[in-house]
């Protein structure tokens, strides 16, 4: 975004971010200092016109505000030059834009909050009659006590400082007119708020509704758009960088929760329940005598038919697991940020398993529902992996069979699979150290599991098969967990390949 576009508009004025702290170091220099701790600053105390700058923009000021207090103590060139240092700080996140209809910072009504995105705002004028209403991809939410609007792809988000502000804005969920928001205002001053509807009408935050229509459908806003659900665009955006803002701690490991909670144990605690021990393949064996890798990749299919005159077996489901889920070894590891050496937080409890994971979480936990297994009862389980062994903690139940017919829907009605792996994520193993990419990194994490249980399943001659969806509130009801603290993200079924697969199927695909 470039400051430079709201010259000529006064009533939206910089302040630094509330955030964000100016402070005056013994070294002459002013420091921008944030969550994620200080940036370097290129002004000087002992410089006038650093100096006034900085305390111009302390005290919330118009772009023109802030040319005219430097103007006089520069050449042209050089006020140029300090206005783009300006928009350097807007795009760094530093500052703020606040709407002000009135005289003082103490009548702003929004704050427009940067990304650190490039991004020119346009002031198009608007009609009194034009009707106007939220676009479906605004998310509107609730942050340290303020509320926060804002939608994916969009280079700010915004933050109603008053009540009426808070009113104004939504005010557009339903549709209104441009001309009736306005006569509601309880300010004499309206123009200000006739360029900010301009401003979110031409970012495609506030979309205009044609006279004969109460509303807009997902289709009206374009053919691309109308095929995103707001959901996964909004994770979409929110965990990648180009629109996350970057500058406050928001994305990455940045251990936002150190003082406030104590992380999750590497290896889960185990469950009470009667437990079966799991066979363990002879590595070393195979090591010498397992398929090659790229016969084991080439050969890699999703199967969706089963052997029902001879299931999967326990012997199988062990060997496995032990290949694609143990816990290969566990390891106290030192840690190196500022919010964990601020704690005093000097190391961190790991186990890692024979597949990667996103800064070694390790949060997927295998539970089971067994529905046919040759020496295993039908029942729900949870593979310990510490110590290899299943641990019983229902018989066959109602949601159970539900969980189990959601599966056989999940292949396309083509196959009940014989057993299915629930990957369940401990969710806080991995959102105590990372902000905004947590859950889109948990996502991937399973992603890499499914793929490791695919080579390992073929490896055995086992029929695995990625399912594409499950039911998080029956994995609740069965293992009465808090859907918020372990909850299942992916599910894959399992059986014995039907006799003659391999020779009937050599040299195609299913996928």
Not at 12 to 32: A, K, M, N
Request: glycine share 8%; with cysteine.
């Amino acid at each position: 975004m470039s400051i430079l576009r709201f010259s000529g508009k006064p009533h939206f004025r910089l302040c630094f971010h509330p955030d964000q702290t100016v402070v005056e170091r013994s070294d002459g220099r002013f420091v921008l200092r944030n969550k994620a701790g200080d940036w370097k600053s290129i002004y000087r105390t002992d410089v006038e016109w650093h100096r006034l700058l900085i305390e111009t923009i302390r005290q919330g000021a118009s772009f023109e505000d802030i040319r005219d207090a430097i103007r006089p103590l520069l050449d042209e060139e050089q006020t140029a030059e300090a206005l783009a240092q300006v928009n350097d700080l807007f795009l760094g996140e530093m500052l703020v834009v606040k709407l002000v209809p009135g005289d003082g910072m103490d009548s702003a009504l929004i704050s427009l909050v940067p990304h650190g995105v490039e991004y020119t705002p346009e002031f198009a004028e608007i009609a009194d009659d034009e009707r106007l209403t939220l676009s479906r991809f605004v998310m509107m939410r609730r942050e340290e006590g303020r509320v926060m609007l804002e939608t994916s792809l969009k280079p700010y988000h915004l933050v109603p400082e008053t009540p009426e502000a808070d009113a104004f804005l939504t005010r557009f969920l339903r549709t209104a007119a441009v001309s009736d928001v306005l006569s509601e205002w309880p300010g004499s001053s309206r123009a200000p708020l006739r360029d900010m509807l301009a401003l979110l009408r031409n970012d495609g935050i506030l979309l205009s509704v044609p006279g004969d229509r109460s509303g807009l459908t997902r289709y009206d806003e374009g053919e691309i758009a109308a095929q995103w659900d707001v959901h996964d665009l909004y994770m979409h955006s929110t965990s990648r960088l180009g629109y996350t803002q970057m500058g406050y701690g928001e994305i990455g490991g940045t251990f936002p929760n150190i003082g406030h909670s104590d992380p999750q144990p590497a290896v889960r605690p185990s469950w009470d329940g009667e437990v079966t021990e799991l066979a363990r393949p002879d590595m070393e064996k195979l090591y010498r005598e397992d398929r090659p890798f790229a016969a084991v990749q080439d050969g890699r299919r999703t199967v969706r038919a089963y052997n029902e005159q001879q299931p999967i077996s326990v012997e199988q489901l062990g060997h496995l697991l032990y290949r694609g889920c143990r816990i290969l070894f566990r390891k106290e590891v030192p840690i190196s940020s500022p919010q964990a050496d601020a704690a005093g937080l000097t190391s961190l409890d790991f186990a890692w398993r024979p597949y990667p994971t996103g800064g070694a979480s390790y949060e997927l936990e295998v539970y089971l529902s067994v529905d046919r297994c040759s020496g295993l009862g039908s029942g729900f389980y949870h593979y310990d992996a510490a110590r290899h062994c299943l641990v019983k903690l229902r018989d066959r139940t109602r949601e159970m069979d539900k969980i189990l017919r959601l599966a056989f829907l999940a292949t396309g009605l083509q196959a009940r699979p014989q057993v299915v792996l629930h990957m369940a994520a401990r969710f806080q193993r991995v959102t105590w150290k990372y902000r905004a990419i947590a859950y889109s990194g948990i996502l991937r994490n399973a992603g890499v599991l499914y793929q490791t249980l695919y080579l390992v399943a073929t490896a055995m001659g086992i029929a695995p098969c990625g399912l594409g969806s499950g039911n998080i509130e029956l994995f609740q009801r069965v293992t009465g967990l808090d859907p918020m603290v372990e909850g299942s993200v992916g599910d894959f079924g399992l059986g014995n390949l039907p006799a003659g697969y391999r020779e009937e199927n050599r040299g195609t695909w299913h996928t």
